[in-house]
Nanobody
Framework: QVQLVESGGGLVQPGGSLRLSCAAS????????MGWYRQAPGRSRELVAT???????YYADSVKGRFTISRDHTKNTGYLQMNSLKPEDTAVYYC?????WGQGTQVTVSS
């Protein structure tokens, strides 16, 4: 049974940082592509960043230079380091591997 559990969300001021984690079980992150998505209220889910099985990364223009996707194969956990956060980054963030999704973690950027 595949399970993805996100954590690390919270309330942060503009300009702050958060690191999201995606702990995986039942699927090996290092041999699969992994993605982070987000969904803000009233908006559709959008792609934030991806990492291929080979380690290639992709970032949405809105987060390029501020967010970094990574993974630790020893912990079978993926990460999204988010720096210089803006109010428009406020959303529920989801981890995706193959066709599986986590439950999401709320990120709120507000002063």
């Amino acid at each position: 049974q595949v399970q993805l559990v996100e954590s690390g969300g919270g309330l942060v001021q503009p300009g702050g940082s958060l690191r999201l984690s995606c702990a995986a079980s039942g699927v090996i992150l290092s041999i699969n592509a992994m993605g982070w998505y987000r969904q803000a209220p009233g908006r559709s889910r959008e792609l934030v960043a991806t990492m291929s099985s080979g380690g290639s990364t992709y970032y949405a223009d809105s987060v390029k230079g501020r967010f970094t996707i990574s993974r630790d194969h020893t912990k079978n956990t993926g990460y999204l380091q988010m720096n210089s956060l803006k109010p428009e980054d406020t959303a529920v963030y989801y981890c995706n591997v193959v066709s599986f999704w986590g439950q999401g973690t709320q990120v709120t950027v507000s002063s």
